[in-house]
């Protein structure tokens, strides 16, 4: 089973900052990792898809970038509707797909 | 616009079954392959398994296997996950989630809006 490790467990910024959140393969996945963006009391949301494409309707600040098993989500100008926890997933066994533990965002 | 929707919540006892409904709309159901994933309390999310409506081929992760069937109903829209030999640490909010892309690329771009099983005695 390839294993997702996300780091930090929790940050905390202010708004208008940017957050910086890492997702580390135990293996090699080329570039078959997602992100999703979870509220409380709410199900996922797909922000990313093939490391770097975002989801229709996905605004711009939201990026992503990495390839074989390290991997970044970036997120600029914090805006209060940007704090939650947020999971990777990867792909590259897409037929059993794992997630990490996920970050939480929360407001400093 | 494609939707999910999913049966409500259950209380169950240890030992007992769970089977739990999804019931797409807005697509093709048969398109696209439909995921289960589990969120307990404080944990990853966790995939059980998939399923693919269109010719009903399935997949589990290995903790899942042999405890999970996932079926479909594609006249229906629907799909349908039943978990047996119920513990208390089954207790989790499931989801189903539509699978997008297609392959390695993609993600799960609609899910459901979770039903929460309860494992208690």
């Known amino acids: 089973e390839i294993v997702l490790t996300q780091s930090p467990a929790t940050l905390s910024l202010s708004p208008g900052d940017r957050a910086t959140l890492s997702c580390r393969a135990s293996?090699?996945?080329?570039?078959?990792l997602a992100w999703y963006q979870q509220k409380p009391g709410q199900a996922p949301r797909l922000l990313i898809y093939d490391a770097s494409q975002r989801t229709t309707g996905i605004p711009a600040k939201f990026s992503g970038s990495g390839s074989g098993t390290d991997f970044t989500l970036t997120i600029s100008n914090l805006e209060p509707e940007d704090f939650a926890v947020y999971h990777c997933?990867?792909?590259?066994?897409?037929?059993?797909?794992?997630f990490g533990q996920g970050t939480k965002l929360e407001i400093k | 616009q494609a939707h999910l929707e999913q049966s409500g919540a259950e209380v169950k006892k240890p030992g007992a079954s769970v089977k739990i409904s999804c019931k797409g709309s807005g697509y093709p159901f048969s398109n696209h392959l439909l995921h289960w994933v589990r969120q307990a309390p404080g944990q990853r999310l966790q995939w059980i398994g998939s399923?693919?409506?269109?010719?009903?081929?399935?997949e589990f992760a290995p903790k899942f296997q042999g405890r999970v069937t996932v079926v479909e109903d594609t006249p229906a829209s629907a799909a349908y996950m039943e978990l047996s030999s119920l513990t208390f640490k089954d207790t989790a909010v499931y989801f189903c989630a539509r699978d997008w892309g297609g392959g390695r690329n993609g993600g799960m771009d609609v899910w459901g809006q979770g039903t929460t099983v309860t494992v208690s005695s």
């Open positions: 293996e090699n996945i080329s570039k078959y």
């Open positions: 997933q990867q792909r590259a066994n897409w037929l059993h797909p794992t």
């Open positions: 399923i693919h409506p269109g010719n009903g081929d399935t």
